[in-house]
């Protein structure tokens, strides 16, 4: 094959798991809204979700199980063939059963159903046949579209594979927002990797420290401030009073009102403009919280403060790229 060819039959592959995306999320219609009530019910109860499949359905099923614990849902999952030799023993009632299967006919999970039925365990077929017998087992199911595979065979999983993923995810983002999970929350159960680090992150870390940030006495003139701002291309300059104690802040956006309202500003003291009581966050908080002020106050920097109120820093809101970065 040659170069057009290859990339031809790439896109082919991208181009029928795509439409396989489009349909299913055409499709999704009341079910998918009471599964999802199901499963909120279910955790609401303090029980645990349990996903189960098959070949590449496990693999699936594992990635959701843990899509799901890392928004706090409880999740496990049940190879069915252990289940039927022992494994079942993790199962308790009230518990939730989300079983995948493309054609809804896999004989282990057909064996498996009915025995959980035994534990007063819920189940959900999450299948592209809402006719199989998976669903006819089942409370009720989650079907996705797959028409036809992206292997040039029509055999190996890929755009089926893709969609049952996808339907996966979205009711894990669906019980995200309804449980009003939070970063605090996300950062709970995320305390390794570069994840965590960043939410656990010191703001001393990602501030910028003396030196690199504007600062005056309030007895400066708004154009020396001004002159102060620009050379470290800061967008607030913390003023202190005579014993360095934090005093107020001038920002960008008095600049530029005062630009409009008084002309003359420029060479009269900033104390009679700076914003008095600024917005601070103590040295050492978690930048996480210094995250939160921002999106809560809406403000584009904030000071940092040693234990006696004196400016050690200033969080720029691009420094916050350092805090989302995942």
Known sequence: MDTE???SKGRRCIDIEADALRKT???????FAQVASTVIETLNAGQKLIFSGVGKNAHIAQKLVGTFNSIGAPSTFLD???ALHGDMGLCRKGDLLLAFSNSGETEELLRLVPALKRFDTQAIAVTAKPESTLCQLCDSSLVYSADKEACPLDLAPTASSTAAMAI????????LEW???????????????SLGKSLAASVDTIMRPTGQFAQLEDTATCRECLTQMTSPNSGCIALTDGDGILSGV????DIR???LEDSEFLDKPVSGFMIQSPITIPAGSLAIEALRIFEKRAIDDLIVVDGHNRPVGVIDGQ??????MV
């Open 319 to 324: 420094d916050l790229t350092k805090v989302r």
């Open 168 to 175: 996966g995810d979205a009711l894990a983002m669906v019980v």
């Open 5 to 7: 060819d290859i990339i």
């Open 80 to 82: 069915p063939v252990n």
């Open 25 to 31: 999320s055409e499709q999704l219609d009341g079910r």
């Open 250 to 253: 001038f920002t960008d956006g």
């Open 257 to 259: 009102r005062l630009l």
């Open 179 to 193: 449980r009003a999970f939070s970063r605090d929350d996300f950062q709970q159960f995320h305390p390794g990797g």
